[in-house]
């Protein structure tokens, strides 16, 4: 009977040849490629450019570590996603239209510095000031560190306040402070450097340059830039050019006749030379209607060159003048958040403030 019962059983079906082949031959998924350190911070910069325009501070802070940090020379730090949510959010309060635009990305390895311009109409209170309804249009930069994960460990922001406040006064003369600058449309430009023999050379070069810079020798400083040079230093009211050099780091070397220019940072890609440094010195003479204080200052920069045939052809330089005059006693100390400060709250320029550039090229 039983194998009767076996008799009448279906057999079972073996698999055709072709479909174990088929089987056979179909590959495992192939892992996706690892994004390359520049592409996962270009993505965070871009989330982060989102975020701020779309007034989230929850979310301009996600794009930092937990225990990330925003550095501004002049003002508290800010520590923490929450603290950096909060800095963030009173933009938005004193700047209801606040909007970002990013112009241009310098990466090297895990840090990146990109220069960018705000905008807004102060038609919101702030810090127990009054709104004045007026515009305004600042062009900054910031040095970032990223960790591995794409996320900001610490950022190094640098605008000058003086330049803000001045637009937000109605009582500012035109032609000593620079005027709104408008929102930038154009397409981020980005630089990733590579690590080149020329990449190599033209930091070489930069560092000469920021040496005869410190030189205060005329004639070795002259030999470093180029007939059509041209520095857009944004804590200035208006370009300096080649002609306009030599007064201006006179100036400087009169009031600060011992300043250097130590570096943190360098690094150079596709002909730009760009450094973090500080102008660190003591204010032993009159710097515009203030008088020496003999105080030291160590005031942070971000200085970025394009080199041409060996010679900076056009630069452009970030700082907080406020920082200075602070450190020198022309102005009191910042202790309002940073973002509230920078939207106009923090306490008035004295009225001595120079509108010259306070540091040298």
Known sequence: M??????????????????????????????????????VISKTLAAAVVAWNSHDPAKVAANYEPTGKVVIPGFPDTSGR??????TKASFTALPDFK?????????????????????????????????????GIAGAS?????????????????DLPTEQSQLDPKAKAGTFRAPLPLPTAATETHVSKGTPD???????????????????????????????????????????????????????????????????AFAVDGFFVAEASFVGTQKGPMGTIKASNKPVSSRMLDIQLLKDGKCSKEWSYSNGADM?????????????????????????????????VKPK
């Open 82 to 87: 929450d603290a950096i949510a909060t800095a």
């Open 199 to 265: 990449e190599a050379k033209t930091l070489e070069q930069g560092n000469a340059i920021l040496k005869a810079d410190a030189s205060k020798d005329d004639k070795a400083l002259m030999a470093t830039v180029t007939d059509d040079y041209v520095w857009e230093d944004y804590s200035a009211p208006a370009s300096i050019k080649t002609a306009d050099l030599k007064g201006v780091i006179a100036t400087y070397a009169k009031a600060f006749p011992d300043f250097t220019l130590p570096t943190t940072l």
């Open 325 to 357: 005059l602070i450190q020198i006693g022309a102005m009191p100390p910042i202790a309002s958040p940073p973002a509230a400060a920078a939207s106009g709250s923090a306490s008035p320029v004295a009225a001595a403030t120079p509108t010259a550039a």
């Open 100 to 136: 970002v635009a990013v112009t241009r990305v310098f990466i090297h390895d895990h840090t990146a510095a990109f220069e960018w311009v705000f905008t807004g109409k102060n038609d919101g209170p702030n810090m127990g000031q009054k709104a004045t309804g007026r515009p305004v």
């Open 2 to 39: 039983v194998a009767c019962d076996d008799d009448k059983k279906t057999p079972a079906t073996a698999p055709s040849a072709s479909a174990a082949v088929s089987v056979a031959a179909t590959p495992s998924a192939a892992p996706a490629p690892k994004a390359s350190t520049s592409d």
């Open 143 to 159: 040095v970032v560190t990223f960790d591995d994960d794409g996320l900001m460990k610490e950022e190094h922001r640098y605008f």
